[in-house]
């Protein structure tokens, strides 16, 4: 039986957090990989995130390897690398739901009226995931036949370490993007109205139960994301002492691995430090819902923001990216037709807004200033390219329309009146 793993997350007392795959039968860290993270990822500087997306990936590496009966190590000592045939069974195993593969592994099922031995098709994870996982996989593999060898590598083995590197890279599934069609950044104004009506803390049909304070704080929570556009992380990164009430003022300061953040995954802040001005309707929300926060046990020993109010062990501790996005959860629970809501569509639709305002404001449009304006609300650098993937649905609307109108100018230049010729320069 393959040998199952866990990831396992935690925060050292320095506030830095780490992970490692746990092997749960003996309790014990994957050695390799964790060398292999700590090495290669934590001391370039690389995210939590990306280190347990490559363990993650190593993860599933490992288990198409032990349901063979493959012990990576002791083949890499041997100086045994893989071929062509097996990088092309590691594409197969990259594309493999592992959720899935682990609970329908070794099952047989009776369909159909007796007919045994069909086995379900095993669903597959979408392209850009196998993607990742492939390229993942194959550093890993590189790095791990390398630290086997040491220095006793040849040139001819040096050699044979790239090829199955190259091939592992070259068995990427194509990963296709199309710019300009509907997809998930779009938001409607009636999605936007429906959102609303669900988290107003005095609306009938809000549905965050009985207890006022955490309907203000979902309220408050979804507003800061919906008008200043701000990732998850630097909402949650906000410190009661960021707020500038006198000067309606909101600083986003960046604050890796804080030590007075208790959370084991730390939200972020990604962009520049900044200061946003905000509406006075928007100080109020956060003034209005402090008032709530303060009743709240233990909360005013806690310098974020938002906080949980649930009783039990974490009740005033800060608020977890888990705990919002089972709020996001809880929405698209009550109204199937924000299905596609998520915490960053209400970035995209801000600089949706943006790029519309731009549109409609007098005067010569100053492009470059606009950059300028865009760049600074979101926290970017001057010169970051950021601008032009956040105005993509702004852009593809404007070609479409460009487009539409040169179709129906050249069409009327085909319509002719009925009873007049078209003349031709070629009429013999």
Known sequence: MSTKYKLVTYRWATGERFCHLLNQQTQLPHQASLLYVFLNLRNRGLSLSAMQASLNSIHVLLLHFESHGVDLDERFKRRQYLDPMECQLILRAAQVHLGLAEETSGKVSNVNEGKKGYRPPVRTVAGLT?????????????????????????????????????????????????KGSPDETTWSETNDAKLIDLVLPESPRNIFGEDMGTRKRNYLLIQLLRCLGKRRGEVLNIQRGDIKPQKNQLDIIRRPDAKEDTRIVQPKVKTREHTLAIDPELTKLILDYMTYRREVPGANKTPYLFVNHKAGPTQGKAMTVGALYEVFRTIKRADPSLKNLHPHLLRHNFNYQMSQTFDSSKGERNFDQETKVRARANGWSPLSKMAEKYNERHTAEAGRETGLDIQQKLLKVMQVDAGTTVKSDHNE
């Not at 593999?141 to 044979?160: C, H, N, R, V």
């Open 130 to 178: 196998a993607y990742s996982r492939m390229t993942e996989m194959a550093s890993y593999l590189k790095w791990l036949a390398i630290y086997w060898g040491g220095s006793f590598i040849s040139t001819e083995q040096a050699a044979e370490i790239d090829g199955m590197y190259r091939n592992i890279r070259e068995l990427r599934p194509t990963v296709k993007v199309l």
